[in-house]
């Protein structure tokens, strides 16, 4: 193989993105009037739920709350909504290696996409606060969101990205925070870094090819090293 592209998830890998998201929900629950506050430990539990509407409907028939998936569209604009101010009052740090490996990759002529299931304007969001750019100038390409049937742990979003490519599985390695993130990149055949964030430290990342503290290149094993684009 040749590497010839790195396909990023988003949240936990790009950026701790999670607590903001958690604080987003909080509020827009609050604004709603309704009785619900999502700890750290509760958010944890409900992260194994992929998608932010199903987050909610996960939570809701859980608690056994009345809620329709009308509803969760409803307030899940809200929040998204409020997730891009929080983002936009300067929340947001890229993690460790993040920047340096995309300037690197991007000197070295490597693509670089996007394999998440949130939604684009939160990419667009990150990618403004964190580079001063548009996601499409950081990115060749972005898979996100509601755009495949199936999100992570299933293949569809990685699948989606590997065609806007118009590359082969092993021509590409995908980064990770995420035991649903690792299953999903590994289902489409693309091999898997793995940085554990804040909230998935604790997940079991059976099958991802590397397991890192972050991307900063001092982590880098030598195998991985000899792989991505360093100087
Ligand atoms: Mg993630």
Request: proline share 3%; net charge negative; glycine share 8%.
């Amino acid at each position: 193989m040749t590497l010839r592209a790195l396909i990023f998830d988003v949240d936990g890998t790009l950026a701790e993105t999670e607590e903001l998201h958690r604080r987003a929900f909080n509020d827009t629950f609050a604004v709603e009037g309704l009785a619900w506050d999502w700890d750290r430990d509760g958010y944890r539990e409900l992260l194994k739920t992929t998608g932010g509407k199903e987050r909610m409907l996960a939570f809701a028939a859980r608690e056994g709350i009345d809620f329709s998936t009308e509803e969760a569209a409803r307030l899940h604009k809200i929040k998204t909504a409020r997730y891009a101010t929080l983002v936009d009052r300067g929340g947001l740090e890229l993690r460790p290696g993040i920047a340096e490996l995309i300037d690197k990759a991007r000197a070295h002529g490597l693509k670089l996409a996007v394999a998440t299931t949130t939604s684009p304007q939160n990419v667009d969001q990150l990618c403004h606060s964190c580079w001063g750019r548009a996601a499409t100038e950081v990115f060749d390409t972005i898979a996100a969101g509601d755009q495949v049937a199936q999100k992570k742990p299933a293949p569809d979003v990685y699948q989606l990205a590997l065609q806007q490519l118009g590359l082969p599985a092993e021509d590409t390695i995908a980064f990770e925070d995420t035991a649903n993130g690792v299953r999903s990149a590994r289902a489409a055949g693309i091999r898997v870094v793995v940085t554990p964030s804040m909230y998935s430290g604790a997940e079991d990342f059976t099958g991802a090819d590397w397991i890192l503290p972050t991307l900063a290149r001092a982590n880098w094993t030598a195998d991985l090293a000899s792989l991505l684009p360093a100087a």
